[in-house]
């Protein structure tokens, strides 16, 4: 098991950036795989990016590509979504997740932080 909290979130204008973290109890994150998504008011919740327990292997979400950067650091237990030229677009409660080398879909979320971007 392992618990998930996501900080770094607020109000930001179009252009500005913003970088998240989440940082992660319980268990070592060596093992896992561990992704952020996200969830706007009135829509489904949208993958945006993951990375490998080595962080060899990082993949992102169309909408997101060359803006944002997944990273890790496995000895703090931290992962990080560097966020840059934000649109409004991006507005949503973003989630850090994990899954183990089983599983398919993600198992362990976080609370959410909220990303406000105003035009």
């Known amino acids: 098991q392992v618990q998930l909290v996501e900080s770094g979130g607020g109000l930001v204008q179009a252009g500005d950036s913003l970088r998240l973290a989440c940082a992660a109890s319980?268990?070592?994150?060596?093992?896992?795989?561990m992704g952020w998504l996200r969830q706007a008011p009135g829509k489904e919740r949208e993958f945006v990016a993951a990375?490998?327990?080595?962080?060899?292997?990082?993949t992102y979400g169309d909408s997101v590509k060359g803006r944002f950067t997944i990273s890790r650091d496995n000895a703090k237990g931290m992962v990080y979504l560097q966020m840059n030229n934000l649109k409004p677009d991006d507005t949503a409660v973003y989630y850090c997740?994990?899954?183990?080398?089983?599983?398919?879909?993600?198992?362990?979320w976080g609370q959410g932080t909220q990303v406000t971007v105003s035009s």
């Open positions: 997740a994990a899954h183990t080398l089983l599983q398919s879909t993600y198992s362990y």
């Open positions: 319980g268990r070592t994150i060596n093992t896992l795989f």
């Open positions: 990375i490998g327990w080595n962080s060899i292997i990082t």
